[in-house]
């Protein structure tokens, strides 16, 4: 998609012989820096993707978008972002199906501590109909950088990337 770095993601599907595009996904406007499709991550027919730029709220303070597949029609379930944003905190700089929960990476979230970092974990209902609006966060002391990666241990979410960098800036 035009512009730099705007991003986009293409879905693929074999027929049986040979690949075909199925769906260009983007965010909710297509913007130059959003980063769209930085992170992503499938179950079944659900796709979490991450823009940690993207113009949602403050600006370039990143988000998560949900896409659901039925059939060959992709659609925009929701957008996915905290309510207390701050520009640069780069939400969606990585995503994670966790059990019934997202996981969306903010690295540079920084709300009470110095650059800690934050992982928000959105509720997702059976069938996707709706998602919490407000997350769960976890957040790590200041001076340690979190969620850079996200990821699962059995049905919890753990930010893996809060006990891989602890040092101080």
């Given at each position: 998609?035009?512009?730099?770095?705007?991003?986009?993601?293409y879905v693929y599907r074999h027929d049986g012989?040979?690949?075909?595009?199925?769906?260009?996904?983007?965010?909710?406007?297509?913007?130059?820096?959003?980063?769209?499709?930085?992170?992503?991550?499938?179950?079944?027919?659900?796709?979490?993707?991450?823009?940690?730029?993207?113009?949602?709220?403050?600006?370039?303070?990143?988000?998560?978008?949900?896409?659901?597949?039925?059939?060959?029609?992709?659609?925009?379930?929701?957008?996915?972002?905290?309510?207390?944003?701050?520009?640069?905190?780069?939400?969606?700089?990585?995503?994670?199906?966790?059990?019934r929960s997202l996981s969306i990476g903010a690295?540079?979230?920084?709300?009470?501590?110095?650059?800690?970092?934050?992982?928000?974990?959105?509720?997702?209902?059976?069938?996707?109909?709706?998602?919490?609006?407000?997350?769960?966060?976890?957040?790590?002391?200041?001076?340690?950088?979190?969620?850079?990666?996200?990821?699962?241990?059995?049905?919890?979410?753990?930010?893996?990337?809060?006990t891989l960098m602890a040092t101080g800036p």
């Open positions: 998609i035009g512009g730099q770095a705007v991003g986009a993601v012989q040979s690949w075909e595009t199925e769906a260009t996904l983007t965010g909710d406007t297509p913007q130059a820096l959003s980063w769209f499709g930085y992170s992503t991550e499938m179950v079944g027919s659900t796709l979490l993707v991450g823009a940690y730029s993207a113009d949602v709220g403050p600006v370039r303070s990143g988000a998560a978008y949900l896409f659901e597949r039925d059939g060959a029609q992709w659609t925009r379930r929701a957008t996915l972002a905290p309510s207390d944003l701050q520009p640069g905190d780069q939400v969606g700089f990585a995503v994670a199906f966790v059990g690295p540079y979230e920084d709300e009470g501590v110095d650059g800690g970092g934050a992982g928000y974990f959105f509720d997702v209902p059976i069938g996707l109909p709706q998602v919490t609006r407000q997350p769960s966060s976890l957040r790590v002391a200041g001076g340690a950088r979190a969620s850079f990666t996200v990821a699962a241990v059995g049905s919890a979410p753990l930010s893996r990337a809060a």
